[in-house]
């Protein structure tokens, strides 16, 4: 045995696996991580950070374009695609190399290699050097999910893509078809639309987004088909051939079989847990029907010492829910009372205008049969939207009826991602409307939309008049 | 087949448990789920079914001695056909874990106690289950002084995690009866344990002669009678008092823990510890300073009548400032009294005795009685509380001191 053995293996070096390693570091623990590809996971590499670079990049160039209307004379913007995914590399490196430097300062060893779960108690790790077994006191599956394949629609990395291909590409393709409208296909349908590509979305469900609050969604597909993009919803695709570089899709829609012609096409529909080596039948460790671990609020599975975290336990698949997954199973490992224990999981997406939710919407709180009111206010009523002519969409706040309890906060909008951080904070606290109302929200900016729409439930409105 | 029982993990942080009562014997058949052994840990007494129909083959632990989780502690030899089948590969059996399966899922926010995040970790951190805490925040917020109240109450009663072992030891006829913690006996337990936790308590003893104040009290025992009051030791004690919290204001203060300060108080309200049927009730004189004595013993006689009917009012029972508790009547020298927050000190008074003393070089009898002063020494030091009670039993000694005091 070269190793020493390890008081925690975390398999997976993601947003859920390197915070989990940190934290068990810091407590102490024996820590060792396994990760066959690059710190940080899909979301520092293939997912959150990269895409939001280019898809800042893309808002720039969209704004530098209507320009003219603030006065701002440009002469053309043109965008170097080699300089912008150069850039976008540096962020993704730096942020890697950050993540490496803090296992290593939290004396976590890092195993660049491949792992198997053996028993309960013992890893198999495979690297460049060889094969070794690892005993081990627990094991934290930190696996993630991978995106799933339709039949027909097999990635080639030339035509047919994945998100971690539309990443890399060096030009805008003209003609995007993007097969699936969850929030990777959303994403970048809005991001290359910027960038000049002619896009269409075919989404199986009734919405885009599904299970997002309607009304949120009908403003972001708005812009979208109002920039000329065509959204097929209740539609699949049937078939796709491909001939010269570019691919002739068939789809089935609600108005009938529809040709189209994709210079790329893009499949983003959906992801399954990644558990191949996880020995889940031979350790008889549950998961959901979909293959899901199933795992309790201190994050362990079935099996004793063997915990679940990130999105190889269940959706919603978010980096910062994996990330504190990752640091109550460490607590937990260590001894310490820890659980999963939050009531708000905030969820941005990063679409045109950005779409962020927390708690629950109107439609579930009437599944609960709980009685709730909806307040909204309107980013287009808010001096700070118009002054930065970013006035699409709304705040809404679910409440509670009886006590003004605050269920559920839907923002779609300019910075929604970062206004919905206070609602998170306030349902934690289990704050009511008044509470978010009477509190003083600095002016002029966007986060008076939440106090006003607050206002409205609690009756008493400044700016939106009664109806 | 053999089967190897290993001792579950029971629950948080429990690595070992003694032995405490084998229900089976070597050799006997055991049935799966049938009683099997009592174990006990640090934190609970739990009883462990069998996990397997079969002989118990091998006893490997016996009663009184400590298993570790983990550990072989019976064998048990099933047979061939039982109808217990047996996977190929027996891992141990956690029948007692306390690790719930069940997906880890966002709670609803409708159902969800009112909390901050920082508070439910620290119920967590005190083992409460911060659902069955009555919270007296806004809103019936939880607040993390419930949380610590709740861990102060159910440290006195030991919960057991698992009912039905318990509840079985408990059954009529059992070895033990089980008393719900509830009502006074209830808000006593939290009262004395956060006292203890709060203070840092010293207890000062002394004894006064208290020959004088017998004398006086002969005295005044008619006036009294006129008055339709009974007059007895307590309200000439508190009375006597008086004069000396004014001298030594400390000892008539509390402690603001959150400001920093030391509250002192410029009136002087007398809790009178009372024994009653259901337990101990200290209902409150107010304004012994600007009250006779006369006043105080009626108020006295009438506040320990409504404590034993069960008629004090809210305002019966506070706003003390400092408190008496007669420990004499029943017997005993003298006791260490625990201090009735937030006040910082209580007097103890013992039984008036008959005994021998000296007095200019010569042996007299005097009437003696044992004071034991209970005081927080955070707020004021052993010195402060010896001169404090020297001041007391010079007035009670002194019969100038103690008619101005009295009367």
Same mark, same amino acid.
Request: net charge negative; hydrophobic share 30%; no cysteine.
């Given at each position: 045995m070269r190793r020493m053995d390890a008081d925690v293996a975390v398999i997976g070096g993601g947003p859920g696996g390197y915070v989990c390693a940190i934290r068990a570091g810091q407590l102490g623990l024996r820590t060792i991580i396994i990760e066959p590809d690059k710190l940080g996971g899909e979301c520092l590499n293939y997912g959150c950070i990269p895409s939001k670079s280019l898809i800042t990049v893309s808002k720039l160039v969209d704004r530098l374009k209507e320009a003219e209307k603030f006065g701002l004379k440009t002469d053309g913007v043109s965008l170097d695609y080699v300089q912008m995914q150069k850039w976008k590399s540096e962020v993704v490196s730096k942020l890697v190399s950050g993540v490496e430097a803090l296992l290593k300062g939290n004396h976590v060893t890092i195993i660049k290699g491949s792992a198997e779960i053996l028993t309960k108690d013992r890893i198999a790790v495979t690297t460049q050097s060889g094969r070794e077994e690892i005993p081990t006191r627990s094991i934290v599956i930190a696996t993630g999910t991978e995106p799933i394949q339709l039949q027909g629609l097999e990635r080639d990395g030339q035509v047919v893509i994945g998100s971690k291909e539309a990443l890399e590409l060096t030009s805008a393709p003209k003609r995007l078809l993007v097969v699936g409208g969850g929030a990777i296909g959303l994403e970048f349908a809005c991001m290359y639309q910027k960038f000049g590509s002619q896009v269409t979305v075919v989404e199986l469900m009734a919405q885009l987004l599904p299970g997002s609050d309607p009304e949120v969604v009908r403003v972001v597909q708005k812009k979208l088909e109002a920039r000329g993009a065509k959204v097929f919803l209740g539609s699949k695709v049937t078939s796709l051939t491909k001939s010269s570089g570019v691919a002739k899709v068939e789809l089935e829609t609600p108005v009938g079989p529809i040709s189209i012609i994709a210079d790329k096409v893009l499949v983003s529909v959906g992801r399954r847990p990644r558990t191949a080596g996880m020995n889940i039948a031979g350790l008889g460790i549950k998961t959901d029907q979909r293959g899901f671990i199933l795992a309790s609020?201190? @994050? @362990?599975?079935?099996? !004793?010492?063997v915990y679940a975290i990130g999105d190889v336990s269940g959706p919603p698949l978010l980096a910062h829910k994996a990330s504190k997954q990752g640091i109550v199973a460490a607590e937990c490992i260590a001894g310490?009372?820890? #659980? #999963? !224990?939050?009531r708000a999981m905030p969820d941005a997406i990063f679409t045109d205008p950005e779409v962020a939710s927390v708690g629950i919407t109107e439609a579930k709180a009437a599944e609960a049969g709980v009685e709730v009111k909806r307040t909204r206010f309107q980013f287009s009523a808010l001096g700070r939207a118009l002054s930065t002519g970013e006035t699409e969409g709304f705040v809404k706040v679910v409440s509670r009826a009886k006590d003004g309890l605050v269920v559920g906060v839907q923002i779609v909008g300019p910075d929604a991602s970062n206004l919905i951080s206070e609602v998170a904070l306030a349902m934690e606290m289990g704050a009511t409307v008044e509470d978010i109302a009477l509190t003083v929200h600095p002016h002029p900016t966007l986060s008076e939309a939440l106090m006003e729409a607050a206002e409205s439930a609690s009756g008493s409105p400044i700016h939106q008049m009664k109806i | 087949m053999t089967y190897e029982f290993k001792l579950p993990d029971i629950g948080e942080g429990v690595s070992e448990g003694e032995i405490l009562k084998w229900m089976v014997r070597e050799g006997e058949q055991v049935n799966e789920d049938q009683p099997l052994v009592e174990v006990m840990t640090d934190k609970v007494n739990v009883q462990i079914p069998s996990p397997r129909t079969g002989t118990v083959a091998r006893i490997s632990v016996k009663e009184g001695e400590i298993a570790k989780v &983990?550990?072989?502690?019976v064998v048990i030899e099933e047979k061939g056909g039982q109808p217990a089948p047996m996977p190929a590969n027996p891992q141990p059996v956690p029948t007692q874990s306390a690790e719930p399966r069940q997906m880890s899922t966002i709670a609803s926010p409708f159902s969800a106690v009112l909390a901050a995040p920082a508070t439910r970790r620290l119920a967590r951190e005190l083992e409460v289950d911060i659902a069955t805490v009555k919270g007296t925040g806004p809103q019936g917020r939880v607040t993390d002084q419930d949380v610590q109240s709740a861990a102060a109450g159910s440290r006195v009663v030991t919960k057991p995690p698992e009912d039905k072992p318990a509840e079985q030891a408990h059954?009529? &006829? &059992?070895p033990e009866e089980l008393i719900p913690l509830r009502g006074l006996r209830r808000t006593i337990a939290e009262r004395m344990l956060k006292s203890s936790l709060a203070s840092a308590t010293v207890t000062h003893v002394d004894e006064a002669d208290v020959t004088e104040l017998i004398v006086l009290r002969e005295a005044l025992k008619s006036s009294a009678e006129k008055r339709g009051v009974k007059l007895t030791f307590l309200p000439l004690i508190v009375k006597a008092l008086v004069p000396s919290l004014k001298e030594f204001p400390y000892v008539n203060s509390s402690m603001d823990e959150q400001g920093g300060n030391i509250i002192l108080k410029k009136y002087y309200n007398f809790g009178i510890a009372t024994d009653t049927e259901q337990g101990l009730i200290v209902p409150v004189v107010k304004d012994a300073d600007r009250k006779d004595v006369f006043s105080i013993a009626g108020e006295i006689e009438q506040l320990a009548t409504k404590s034993r009917s069960g008629q004090l009012g809210l305002d019966d029972v506070r706003g003390s400032t400092f408190t008496i508790t007669n420990v004499g009547s029943i017997g005993g020298l003298f006791a260490t009294p625990i201090i009735?927050?937030?006040?910082v000190a209580i007097l103890g008074t013992a039984r008036i005795e008959k005994r021998p003393v000296v007095r200019d070089g010569k042996v007299e009898v005097r009437d003696m009685m044992y004071l034991s002063l209970s005081f927080d020494h955070r707020v004021f030091d052993g010195a402060y509380a010896a001169r404090f009670t020297t001041s007391v039993i010079e007035t009670l000694q002194d019969t100038k001191k103690l008619l101005s005091a009295v009367l």
């Open positions: 609020q201190r @994050m @362990m599975t079935n099996v !004793d010492g310490l009372p820890s #659980a #999963a !224990d939050w | &983990g550990q072989t502690i059954r009529a &006829g &059992g009735n927050q937030p006040e």
